[in-house]
């Protein structure tokens, strides 16, 4: 079985400040990762995914995360934000180890950026 | 190309009854999987059908049911509610393997009162 933990259920930032979500993984088995966003009254949205190759993935909205694995994690970061990147965040795996499409998801992140 | 789309958006019952939620994937993908929302367990998987079949089921009560149609359609039933199944359910779609993109549609909201 595997497991996510995001490390922190808010995070306000100002618009234009640099911000990293972190994102630690747990299994015994191959993992892939991926980060969702949900805006207000909405469905969750990819906004990058790890699954092979270069550990370092981008979005093309700005966002990059890292795959680290002696770390076990996937944090994501933007070097500069936008008020219209407030939203709640999830890290997500699913396991190599399973057939079929079962994401387990992290706690969530909220992101607030003021102006 | 239409998104995921689920029906109702709301919906309000009270304890006892049940309730039947619909999902439409995205043409042409074969895997339909079930969430359950709430602020305090956050998101948590409660199924995965793929072509008709469920093939992943998460740790819920055997009163949450679903199945899937030949067309893909996904409808997700709940027995014999509780005020606990409170909560947003949103169905996402892909094409059937782990390493793909799930879609998810906008959520039925159900209240349990």
């Known amino acids: 079985a595997q497991s996510v933990t995001q490390l922190d259920s808010q995070v306000p930032v100002f618009e234009e400040a640099p911000v990293e979500l972190r994102c630690n993984y747990s299994?015994?088995?191959?993992?892939?990762l991926f980060w969702y966003v949900q805006y207000p009254n909405q469905g969750l949205q990819l906004l990058l995914k790890?699954?092979?190759?270069?550990?370092l993935v981008e979005s093309i909205n700005g966002f990059e995360a890292e795959f680290n694995k002696s770390q076990t994690s996937f944090h994501l970061r933007k070097p500069s934000v936008h008020i219209s990147d407030t939203a709640e965040y999830f890290c997500?795996?699913?396991?190599?180890?399973?057939?079929?499409?079962?994401?387990?998801f992290g706690e969530g992140t909220q992101l607030t950026v003021n102006p | 190309k239409a998104g995921v789309t689920q029906t109702p958006r709301y919906l309000i019952k009270t304890r006892g009854q049940q309730v039947t939620l619909s999902c439409s994937p995205i043409s042409g993908h074969r895997s339909v999987s079930w969430y359950q929302q709430t602020p305090g367990q956050g998101l948590q998987f409660l199924f995965e059908?793929?072509?008709?079949?469920?093939?992943n089921k998460g740790n819920f009560p055997g009163r949450f049911s679903g199945r899937q149609f030949s067309n893909s359609r996904s409808e997700m039933n709940v027995s014999t509610l509780e005020l606990g199944d409170s909560a947003l359910y949103l169905c996402?779609?892909?094409?059937?393997?782990?390493?793909?993109?799930?879609?998810f549609g906008p959520g039925t909201r159900l209240t349990v009162l």
């Open positions: 790890y699954l092979s190759g270069s550990t």
């Open positions: 059908y793929f072509s008709e079949t469920q093939r």
């Open positions: 299994s015994s088995v191959s993992v892939y």
């Open positions: 997500a795996v699913s396991s190599a180890g399973t057939s079929g499409s079962r994401l387990t």
């Open positions: 996402a779609s892909s094409l059937g393997d782990r390493t793909d993109t799930q879609y």
